[in-house]
């Protein structure tokens, strides 16, 4: 069992930055992939950036949003800059692992990211 931790979520105004932190903790295997996942009212959820053997950012994000990890791969941190009202969103943090051929997934509460105009 793996548990996510998030914090850093809040309200900024359009073109201030935020950063995000999530900590993993319980069974986590060597291999995995962690990153973050947002979600806002009406819309599905869907990916921010990961990090794991390669890192992937969605389109809207490139170039203000940044995610790394700790040397030990259980605190993943996105820092978001120059925010937009579209990024309003719940965000949630996430971890990918495989055991053999069973996956795991396993998500964070949600932080709230709230962007004024």
């Known amino acids: 069992q793996v548990q996510l931790v998030e914090s850093g979520g809040g309200l900024v105004q359009a073109g201030g930055s935020l950063r995000l932190s999530c900590t993993a903790s319980?069974?986590?295997?060597?291999?995995?992939?962690m990153g973050w996942y947002r979600q806002a009212p009406g819309k599905q959820r869907e990916l921010v950036a990961t990090m794991g053997d390669s890192t992937n950012y969605a389109d809207s994000v490139k170039g203000r949003f940044t995610i790394s990890r700790d040397n030990a791969k259980t605190t993943v941190v996105l820092q978001m800059n120059s925010l937009k009202p579209e990024d309003t969103a719940v965000y949630y943090c996430?971890?990918?692992?495989?055991?053999?051929?069973?996956?795991?997934?396993?998500w964070g509460q949600g932080t709230q990211v709230t962007v004024s105009s």
């Open positions: 319980g069974s986590i295997f060597t291999i995995h992939t």
């Open positions: 996430n971890l990918d692992q495989k055991r053999g051929a069973v996956g795991y997934d396993y």
